[in-house]
């Protein structure tokens, strides 16, 4: 079973940039397609960027393209979340799990965007 441990996250300014990174445990994780998602508080959990196994295609919540980028290192089992232009509505818990999020969440990332 793959375990996941999201970090990076942090408190930036408004138009600041920070990297998430997701580090699974496991020798499967080159076979799943990945995600971020995030949660809001008082909110559902919401998906905001995917990439696909071999990191050949990628797709992003309308909310987010152009201003975040998701990339992934099958040699180091690890995902990561490129966000610039942040904006005080991405403030979020960040998690990551597969496209179909059927794997245990880990604790997730806290990023906070305030000035």
């Known amino acids: 079973q793959v375990q996941l441990v999201e970090s990076g996250g942090g408190l930036v300014q408004p138009g600041g940039s920070l990297r998430l990174s997701c580090t699974a445990s496991g020798r499967t994780f080159s076979s799943y397609n990945m995600a971020w998602f995030r949660q809001a508080p008082g909110k559902e959990r919401e998906f905001v960027a995917a990439i696909s196994w071999n990191g050949g295609s990628t797709d992003y919540a309308d909310s987010v393209k152009g201003r975040f980028t998701i990339s992934r290192d099958n040699n180091k089992n690890t995902m990561y979340l490129q966000m610039n232009n942040l904006k005080p509505e991405d403030t979020a818990v960040y998690y990551c799990?597969?496209?179909?999020?059927?794997?245990?969440w880990g604790q997730g990332t806290q990023v906070t965007i305030s000035s």
């Open positions: 799990n597969g496209r179909t999020p059927r794997l245990a």
